[in-house]
Nanobody, 129 residues
Framework: QVELVESGGGSVQAGGSLRLSCAASGYTYSSYCMGWFRQAPGKEREGVAAIDRDGSTSYADPVKGRFTISQDNAENTLYLQMNSLKPEDTAMYYC???????????????????????WGQGTQVTVSS
């Protein structure tokens, strides 16, 4: 069983930065992708970023150039560096381990195969104007 635990959320002013971490434990599959998605109150979930085991990345348009996903395979930890934060980035952020539909890890596929994916409990990010 895989367990994902997020940390690093908080409250910042617009223009500020946060770094989210996701510690993974249990058996992890080399064919799986790692990524982040978020959900704001009253809005649908949306994928944010994804990374494959070789380090190739995928980002949603709203966060391109501001967010960076990375991983430390030795420590089984996933990161999301968030810079130039905006109020519209306010959401609960979740870490996910998942199978992608295609040959590369796509940020939008975090829920493509729910029976073969794992999510954490989330960490809250609040950006004030």
């Amino acid at each position: 069983q895989v367990e994902l635990v997020e940390s690093g959320g908080g409250s910042v002013q617009a223009g500020g930065s946060l770094r989210l971490s996701c510690a993974a434990s249990g058996y992890t599959y080399s064919s799986y992708c790692m990524g982040w998605f978020r959900q704001a109150p009253g809005k649908e979930r949306e994928g944010v970023a994804a990374i494959d085991r070789d380090g190739s990345t995928s980002y949603a348009d709203p966060v391109k150039g501001r967010f960076t996903i990375s991983q430390d395979n030795a420590e089984n930890t996933l990161y999301l560096q968030m810079n130039s934060l905006k109020p519209e980035d306010t959401a609960m952020y979740y870490c996910a381990e998942f199978l992608s539909r295609g040959p590369t890890c796509y940020y939008g596929d975090y829920n493509a195969y729910p029976d073969f994916g794992y999510w954490g409990q989330g960490t809250q990010v609040t950006v004030s104007s």
